[in-house]
């Protein structure tokens, strides 16, 4: 049973686009829901976060939207730029179950230059 | 910054071998997770530990183990490595608090079991 469902698997985008990618969860006791990006060769590092009592979270071109009602939060990166290409996972967790984290099953994004 | 690293990037291993593979982090973090990852299926966690000695199973723990020593040390064991098991393992550590949510991740360690 998946309870993180992200969509598309992989995104192209001319530079300085808008790339948005989708995610959709379950288990309504998820109350917090961080976005990683990971480059060839490394490790996911956190790049965004937001919590269910906002409905919006912006950190320079990159921004989350959250519908809790509809079950759904996406990320948005504007100006999108060559160096953003790389995998970006979604993720939800409930904060009682010691930090686990139940993640998407990522997001391919290529820039195009 | 905080850090976590792998004993290994690559590792190449034989069926029915016995497979430990380490992550260290030096944060005095109290959380430490092992994940796989594979094409499409995102990151699938194999177990967690959430205290010295304290381990929980993940979503898919079959045919792997965990030890956890020391607070800064969590390893992870293949009792008997399969093909099946070929995979990149990404290990990760987080604090307790407010910000415990935000997951540390080291580099991966790819194994291939022939």
């Known amino acids: 049973q998946q309870q993180v469902k992200q969509s598309p698997q992989s995104l192209i985008v001319q530079k300085g686009g808008i790339s948005i990618i989708n995610c959709a969860y379950e288990?309504?006791?998820?109350?917090?829901f961080p976005w990683y990006q990971q480059f060839p060769g490394k490790g996911p590092a956190l790049l965004i976060a937001?919590?269910?009592?906002?409905s919006e979270k912006k950190e320079g071109r990159f921004t989350i939207s959250f519908n809790k009602s509809a079950k759904q939060f996406s990320l948005h990166i504007m100006d999108s730029q060559p160096g953003d290409s790389a995998t970006y996972f979604c993720a939800a967790l409930d904060n009682t179950n010691a930090g686990k984290s139940t993640f998407g099953d990522g997001t391919t994004l290529t820039v195009k230059p | 910054d905080v850090k976590v690293t792998q004993s290994s990037r690559y590792l190449v291993k034989r069926t029915g071998e016995k497979v430990f593979l380490e992550c260290v982090q030096d944060m005095d973090h109290e959380n430490m997770f092992w994940y796989r990852q594979d094409p499409g299926l995102g990151l699938r966690l194999i177990y967690f530990?959430?205290?010295?000695?304290?381990?929980e199973k993940g979503d898919i723990p079959e045919g792997y183990s965990v030890s956890r020593e020391k607070k800064e040390r969590f390893s992870l064991i293949l009792e008997s490595a399969s093909t099946n098991q070929t995979s990149m393992y990404l290990c990760a550590s987080s604090p307790t608090g407010l910000d415990f949510a935000t997951q540390y991740f080291g580099p991966g360690t790819r194994l291939t079991v022939l």
């Open positions: 288990n309504t006791a998820f109350d917090y």
């Open positions: 530990s959430y205290d010295v000695k304290m381990k």
């Open positions: 937001i919590r269910p009592d906002v």
